[in-house]
């Protein structure tokens, strides 16, 4: 049954997000560790500044106990494996713990926050220029596969080559110096003018700010799209079916779109968002270059500050993102394709 | 399979080959780029720029941010470019100078410079290296015959030690001297020298108004280096290597950036790093993903499903990500960087040749060789490995591309190894610099450009092989 697939396939992908996070916890264990101890320094440093009804040596004596107490809190007295244990659980139950220097806009600097703000940034950006690439690429693509060899298929194809190794971050940077810096059409990056107008105009500048960055990942984004797509559709459109209703006198568009669309579709989705998938892990770089603060220039910030909770944290969000695209995946391949459901009673 | 029979399949394939017009293309391309790297010095402007990238010094003639020499082609006003003189004519002449008001013989070391542009030099640098003790007086001598006296050298004691006079800066207070003694009272009054580079003034006409409004003086221009030759006769010292580097408003084939790095020499030099990280990292990838598909499915059981577990955690891993959090934290090298880019990517090719090794291994010639007593090894290898391979030569030529942007994407962060020059450490320089919005186009565009045409190259030639190898995706 499919609600037993689908329950098979979200644990297997939690599991998978528990072991990364592991491996994760355990290769980058020292520096981990470093962080945490200046945090915790930094910490008992501030309380005991505080203390002003103490002599020095009784400040002393508090701050060796609250070091004590920090650490066996953190269990930075533990052995190897237990520390990378705790940590690795921390971070599957997204306890990100504090950043160095990194705050949210609203001056938070617990790292969950701070993700948490740039998490729907970057949804927006990218949901809306996958819809734009998915409409794009598999409309070309149909038009492709129908006519292959044809004018339009080997064009396409060619730019497809052309573009193929083209990183987008660059794209990101020529549009910038064309419709930026030579016709100061868009603004050369953030979410919003400042200050931000209100109401129905804040949506028209948040699109104005969106057209860059959403424009460069479209133009790169549907040409590979719509050249697999064309290999898929092309294999259906051999079947004897699509022949007998090309016979029976049936629209060309609708034994495209409907009879050629409905049996490509498992392999299609999968691939279409194997794709997506594949790019949203590359794009990160690129909203770097249009200070779309969402995760992808969180890496960049956390870089350039060197702060590690937040760099720790953003790998996390973007891994857990990336596995629950490949559960989201399978689902959906199971449910288009009831051949898949293996293990399930039927 | 032996000798013969690999020759016979490359013939074929190569009869194909030759059919597909975009991978001759690529070929072609990939064969110019090999040479490229090959011939690495031919092709630099500046011959040491590999180690010395990152140098100031080494640069420190060039002009800054310069657009490349072509851009002349489509501007009105021709700016000066770049050049530089190796050659001084030497002779020696009795002048009368203000430190010699009785005249004196001297040793004069001259370059002779044909100006005939609209936009004047930025700079003019005379350099040479000099051992004992050395006075030199620098002058130009103008088409109109004014003498501009530009500044001096008085050392001592040097030991092959490098001199470099440069006259926009040092030279100023001079020239502006000189243009107060020609330039009219009124002139002077009504403008101000704050903006006005020296050899701005050198290059133009002289009138009262030469402050503000520009004529250009072109003509021929002598730069002249005066020792007084007692000086330069002396036992003990010594002068050679005298130049001139005339540092034009255009600068080399692409230009330079705002660190004056010329910029044709870094991607020149950025090319082998591109290919070597490429070809590498996909041929070694690819090579190792095919074993383990081959070595999977014919294991079978445990191994089989232990080793489709271990891909699974490689594949749901996200590559960029980690790369990026894993160069920040350990800053590792260029070849622990294709090391790690070999252990993220050789997952793609496993699925595909993990099925078709299942269809092979129930071949009836693998069951022969196994009653023929084959071992495992044997059969993978001499079997099966050899009919599966050529299948993953499309496969690794399309990874490359991948590859290339990957390093470029850390590179770009500032995450790549700072002792070699690539293409996304310009692209870095050039992001943090603010290139795009100062509109600085020739230090962002040809780093990319070349990215994309690498990319297109193996594009080419992956899809190529890709149509000959597996017939089934041919157009029909």
């Known amino acids: ?346 | 399979m032996s000798l013969k029979d690999t020759a016979y399949r490359f013939k074929e394939f190569w009869n194909d080959f030759k059919r597909e017009r975009s991978g001759l293309v690529g070929l072609g391309i990939l064969g110019f780029c090999v040479l490229v790297v090959l011939f690495e010095p031919a092709f630099l402007p500046f011959k040491d720029v590999n180690g010395n990238w990152r140098s100031i010094s080494y640069w420190e003639d060039n002009p800054r941010a310069a657009p490349p020499v072509w851009t002349n082609l489509f501007a009105k006003q021709k700016s000066a470019t770049t050049v530089q003189y190796d050659e001084a004519t030497v002779s020696e002449e009795f002048v009368t100078t203000e430190r010699y008001p009785g005249g004196v013989k001297m040793k004069v070391y001259s370059f002779g410079y044909d100006y005939r542009y609209d936009l004047s030099p930025v700079d003019l640098i005379v350099r040479m290296t000099a051992s004992g003790n050395l006075s030199a007086d620098i002058d130009v001598v103008r088409p109109d015959g004014q003498t501009i006296y530009l500044g001096s050298f008085i050392e001592s004691g040097m030991k092959d030690s490098p001199l470099r006079f440069a006259t926009d800066t040092a030279g100023r207070n001079n020239v502006l001297s000189f243009i107060r003694e020609r330039a009219g009272e009124f002139g002077i009054n009504m403008s101000n020298t704050t903006g006005v580079r020296p050899t701005q003034l050198i290059f133009s006409q002289l009138e009262p108004t030469m402050l503000r409004s520009r004529t250009p003086l072109k003509g021929e221009y002598t730069v002249r280096v005066k020792v007084p030759a007692e000086i330069a006769s002396a036992p003990g010292n010594e002068i050679a290597d005298v130049m001139l580097v005339v540092s034009g408003r255009v600068s080399g084939l692409l230009g330079t950036d705002t660190a004056k790095r010329d910029l044709m020499s870094g991607i020149v030099a950025g090319l082998k790093w591109a290919l070597l990280i490429g070809l590498i990292t996909s041929v070694v990838s690819v090579l190792i993903g095919v074993m383990y598909g081959i070595i999977s499915a014919y294991l079978g059981g445990f191994s089989d499903t232990a080793m489709s577990f271990v891909w699974e955690i490689f594949v749901s891993i996200p590559v960029l990500p980690v790369l990026i959090v894993m160069s920040a934290i350990f800053k590792p090298s260029i070849w622990i960087i294709i090391a790690s880019l070999i252990v993220f990517s050789w997952v793609g090719p496993v699925k595909t040749v993990r099925s078709m090794a299942l269809q092979i291994k129930e071949e009836t010639y693998i069951e022969a060789a196994k009653a023929l007593g084959a071992g495992k090894a044997r059969i993978i290898f001499k079997h099966m490995a050899p009919l599966l391979l050529p299948y993953s030569f499309a496969n690794m030529a399309l990874a490359v591309p991948g590859t290339i942007v990957f390093e470029a994407s850390l590179s770009l962060l500032g995450l790549g190894d700072p002792s070699i020059i690539t293409w996304g450490q310009i692209l870095h320089d050039a992001q943090s610099s603010g290139a795009t919005l100062n509109g600085l186009w020739w230090w962002i565009v040809p780093p990319g450009l070349f990215i994309a045409i690498m990319g297109m190259t193996f594009a080419f030639l992956g899809f190529a092989m890709d149509k000959i190898l597996h017939p089934k995706l041919r157009t029909r």
Do not use: C
């Not at chain 1, 203390?51 to 609250?66: G, K, P, S, V, Y």
């Not at chain 1, 990056?189 to 200050?195: A, D, Q, Y």
């Open chain 1, 1 to 346: 049954m499919y609600k037993w697939y689908a329950l098979k396939r979200i644990l297997r992908g939690m599991f998978m997000f528990a072991l990364l996070m592991f491996v994760f916890s355990l290769l980058f264990n020292q520096v981990n560790e470093r962080t945490q101890r200046t945090q915790i320094f930094e910490q008992v440093k501030q309380e005991s500044a505080r203390l002003t009804n103490m002599r020095a040596d009784q400040i002393e004596a508090w701050r060796n106990q609250r070091l004590d107490q920090l650490i066996k809190q953190y269990r930075l007295d533990r052995p190897m494996l237990e520390r990378v244990m705790y940590r690795a659980i921390n971070t599957v139950t997204f306890n990100f713990g504090q950043s160095t220097v990194i705050k949210s806009s609203k001056g938070e600097q617990q790292v969950l926050a701070i993700l948490m703000e740039a998490l729907p940034r970057t949804m927006l950006l990218f949901t809306t220029a996958i819809v734009f690439q998915l409409g794009i690429g598999i409309f070309l693509g149909m038009k492709k596969a129908q006519k292959p060899g044809g004018s339009l298929d080997r064009s396409t194809s060619f730019v497809t080559m052309i573009i193929y190794g083209m990183p987008t971050w660059w794209l990101g940077m020529m549009l910038i110096l064309f419709f930026v810096y030579m016709l100061k059409l868009f603004p050369s990056g953030g979410l919003n003018s400042v200050p931000s107008p209100q109401g129905f105009m804040f949506i028209l500048d948040r699109i104005w700010h969106m057209a860059l960055p959403v424009m460069t990942l479209v133009i790169l984004g549907f040409w590979g799209l719509s050249f697999v797509i064309r290999n898929i559709v092309l294999g259906v459109l051999q079947e004897d079916y699509i022949m007998s209703a090309r016979a029976r006198g049936i629209p060309e568009n609708s034994v495209l779109f409907g009879h050629t669309m409905r049996t490509a579709a498992p392999p299609l989705v999968t691939i279409s968002l194997l794709s997506l998938l594949a790019s949203f892990s590359g794009a990160i770089i690129f909203e770097g270059i249009f200070s779309w603060p969402g995760l992808g220039n969180l890496y960049w910030v956390a870089v350039q500050q060197n702060d590690i909770p937040v760099l720790m944290g953003d790998l996390a969000l973007t891994t857990g993102i990336y596995q629950a695209g490949l559960v989201i995946l399978d689902l959906i391949y199971g449910f288009l394709d009831p051949r898949i459901k293996v293990g399930g009673k039927a």
